[in-house]
């Protein structure tokens, strides 16, 4: 018999500078710190809701990090509307897939969701994204919002 996996509840990264990482994922990001072991020289974070996902930060050498992806659930309307003044503000790099020169949330149209990738302090490839309305459009693939809704708009 399968397991019956109900979702993701913890990722891990390895970290070169712990109190730096602390300081983005709690001060940048928002997360709210559950766990710090100094000795070990790990913390750890509650994604959302306290108890339903977390973070674990593990510092490594330089050397010992590989680069790794992982994404945050947020709201469409936010990643829309406030995503890419929040990371200008905080002097983040971010980044699409559209290959066009703009600095927008793209639509992925086989979802359809809408997301924006940036970096974190030991470029991580991190994403906000969000899940739209709609018929998802495989065959569409990676494409600027307003193209996403003018699709839509002919469907309906």
């Not at 590989?66 to 990371?87: G, M, T, V, Y």
């Not at 969701?113 to 709609?134: C, K, M, R, T, W």
């Amino acid at each position: 018999m399968k397991p019956k996996i109900k979702g993701l509840y913890e990722t891990h990264l390895f970290v070169e500078d712990l109190e730096r990482s602390v300081d983005f994922y709690s001060n940048i990001l928002g997360l709210e710190q559950c766990r710090i072991n100094d000795a070990r020289r790990t913390a750890f974070f509650w994604i959302g809701t306290p108890k339903q996902q977390m973070l674990g930060l593990w510092e490594k050498p330089k050397e010992e990090i590989d680069i790794r992806h992982f994404a945050f659930q947020c709201e469409p309307d936010w990643i829309l509307n406030e995503s890419i003044n929040f990371l200008k503000k905080h002097n983040l790099n971010f980044w699409n897939f559209l290959n066009d020169g703009s600095k927008q949330p793209m639509v992925f149209a086989w979802m359809p969701s809408v997301a924006i990738y940036f970096s974190d302090p030991d470029g991580h490839d991190l994403e906000f994204i969000g899940i739209l309305e709609g018929t998802p459009k495989p065959e569409n693939g990676v494409l600027s919002y307003d193209d996403w809704k003018t699709l839509e708009t002919k469907d309906n």
